[in-house]
């Protein structure tokens, strides 16, 4: 096999590699938005502490019982805080 040859395959691989990551990346990310969101609907309008981003990770991670718990600990109210935490590994 040519250098050459060898060299855009290995390019178009990581090309493909990359780009596939990018276009999965946007989905995590709004998985997480979403739980914010919830969270600030309550805030009404007010942004969401940095509490609220690190629970909503969490929840992404698929730890319900602890993002609950985070948001409830900063003041979320229960009920917001399982409905938060349930959009956020969708």
């Given amino acids: 096999m040519r250098t050459s ?5 290995v390019l178009t691989g990581l090309t493909l ?3 596939g ?4 990346a946007p989905a995590a990310h709004a998985d997480v938005t979403a739980c914010i969101n919830q969270v600030e609907r309550e805030l009404r309008g007010g942004e969401a502490p ?8 969490v ?3 698929g730890e319900h019982t602890q993002c609950v718990s985070g948001l409830t600990e900063g003041g ?3 009920g917001t805080a ?3 935490c349930r959009v956020a590994p969708d």
């Fill in 82 to 84: 399982v409905t938060a």
């Fill in 76 to 78: 979320v109210t229960n």
């Fill in 17 to 19: 590699a990359l780009g």
């Fill in 59 to 61: 929840g992404l991670t």
């Fill in 21 to 24: 990551a990018a276009f999965m």
């Fill in 50 to 57: 940095d509490y609220v981003r690190m629970a909503c990770y």
């Fill in 5 to 9: 040859t060898r060299i855009a395959g």
